[in-house]
């Protein structure tokens, strides 16, 4: 039996997450969540990327937006505004019930992870899904205007500062989801969503002992490219790589996650690579536009796996 570890975050990373959710049985997949996009904001709790992929497998998320959730009112926001209130990151009416929930939850001493399972449980998914720790870690993006929390830079600034570097703060105290780590013991291969390498998967990486205990497992662990052609799929990975001087490139995509890698997944348009990175590779369509490609893109992760595992 298949026992993949998925690490994943934001939205390019969700809609891997529901390919392989559609394939693979509860018992076969589990989602490693980033948080380091956590924070706390009117008083609410936000997991940003768990709430986008509890929207996705739940089959509430918003198509039209691209994150949130479906079918959204925006009564709350519109009288926040009216009273000269903060009201750059957009929450719905909707989407607030679950942080009220989730905040009261933590309040009453629940863990992340414990809230977490309540959160999905109460919407019908079955495969699980749990934040990286339940220890506090915070993406901080270093640019050219100093430093900005991740959420300021992402939504109130929308990527405009020229970024310079990032930082984990609470990453080397934080300690990596006993579920994962307990996981990683039985798993048969990792797979690496196409969440963007600098703030989605390297928060998770940066937990210690997780990246060490992914070594020594010594299985395949395969990352889906999130640079098709030069470009990323979904937010702001190719500027970040051409801000810091790299290359917005697959092929430098592969050579970040460095040694982790046993297999890495290019999309056609990067078809030139194949067989020319120092990694095993495979190429399909990576472009995920319908729950079709979703799905084709999740068979092809997983045929690809099942072909390393079967090589040694």
């Given at each position: 039996m298949r026992r993949i570890l998925a690490l994943t975050g934001g939205v390019g990373g969700a809609k891997l997450a529901l390919g392989l959710a559609h394939r693979l049985a509860p018992e076969e997949v589990l989602f490693a969540v980033n948080t380091g996009d956590d924070f706390t904001h009117l008083g609410f709790e936000i997991c940003p990327?768990?709430?986008?992929?509890?929207?996705?497998?739940?089959?509430?998320?918003?198509?039209?937006?691209?994150?949130?959730?479906?079918?959204?009112?925006?009564?709350?926001?519109?009288?926040?505004?009216?009273?000269?209130?903060?009201?750059?990151?957009?929450?719905?009416?909707?989407?607030l019930a679950l942080h009220a929930r989730r905040t009261a939850l933590l309040a009453a001493g629940a863990s992340r992870t414990a809230v977490t399972e309540t959160i999905t449980q109460a919407l019908g998914i079955r495969h699980r899904l749990v934040p990286m720790s339940d220890d506090p870690v915070r993406t901080i993006v270093h640019t050219a205007d100093g430093a900005m929390a991740f959420q300021h830079y992402f939504v109130r600034e929308r990527c405009a500062p020229v970024v310079t570097g990032f930082e984990f703060a609470g990453a080397e105290q934080a300690r990596p989801n006993p579920v994962i780590m307990a996981w990683l013991t039985t798993a048969s291969a990792v797979v690496i969503c196409p969440s963007n390498p600098f703030v989605s998967v390297d928060p998770l990486l940066a937990l210690p002992g997780l990246k060490a205990a992914i070594r020594a497992s010594g299985i395949p662990?395969?990352?889906?490219?999130?640079?098709?052609?030069?470009?990323?799929?979904?937010?702001?990975?190719?500027?970040?790589?051409?801000?810091?001087?790299?290359?917005?490139?697959?092929?430098?995509?592969?050579?970040?996650?460095?040694?982790?890698?046993?297999?890495?997944?290019?999309?056609?348009?990067?078809?030139?690579?194949?067989?020319?990175?120092?990694?095993?590779?495979?190429?399909?369509?990576?472009v995920m536009l319908s729950f079709a490609d979703r799905v084709s893109l999740a068979d092809s992760v997983l045929d690809f796996v099942d072909h390393l595992s079967a090589a040694g």
């Amino acid at each position: 039996m298949r026992r993949i570890l998925a690490l994943t975050g934001g939205v390019g990373g969700a809609k891997l997450a529901l390919g392989l959710a559609h394939r693979l049985a509860p018992e076969e997949v589990l989602f490693a969540v980033n948080t380091g996009d956590d924070f706390t904001h009117l008083g609410f709790e936000i997991c940003p990327d768990l709430d986008t992929l509890t929207y996705t497998l739940s089959g509430l998320s918003n198509p039209e937006l691209g994150w949130g959730r479906v079918d959204e009112t925006w009564n709350f926001l519109d009288a926040l505004g009216a009273l000269g209130g903060d009201t750059w990151f957009r929450l719905g009416d909707r989407d607030l019930a679950l942080h009220a929930r989730r905040t009261a939850l933590l309040a009453a001493g629940a863990s992340r992870t414990a809230v977490t399972e309540t959160i999905t449980q109460a919407l019908g998914i079955r495969h699980r899904l749990v934040p990286m720790s339940d220890d506090p870690v915070r993406t901080i993006v270093h640019t050219a205007d100093g430093a900005m929390a991740f959420q300021h830079y992402f939504v109130r600034e929308r990527c405009a500062p020229v970024v310079t570097g990032f930082e984990f703060a609470g990453a080397e105290q934080a300690r990596p989801n006993p579920v994962i780590m307990a996981w990683l013991t039985t798993a048969s291969a990792v797979v690496i969503c196409p969440s963007n390498p600098f703030v989605s998967v390297d928060p998770l990486l940066a937990l210690p002992g997780l990246k060490a205990a992914i070594r020594a497992s010594g299985i395949p662990v395969v990352a889906v490219s999130p640079i098709v052609g030069g470009q990323a799929l979904k937010g702001p990975t190719a500027k970040m790589m051409q801000e810091l001087g790299v290359p917005s490139s697959a092929a430098e995509v592969a050579a970040h996650y460095d040694d982790l890698l046993t297999g890495f997944v290019l999309d056609h348009a990067d078809a030139a690579l194949h067989e020319r990175l120092p990694v095993a590779t495979t190429v399909t369509g990576t472009v995920m536009l319908s729950f079709a490609d979703r799905v084709s893109l999740a068979d092809s992760v997983l045929d690809f796996v099942d072909h390393l595992s079967a090589a040694g």
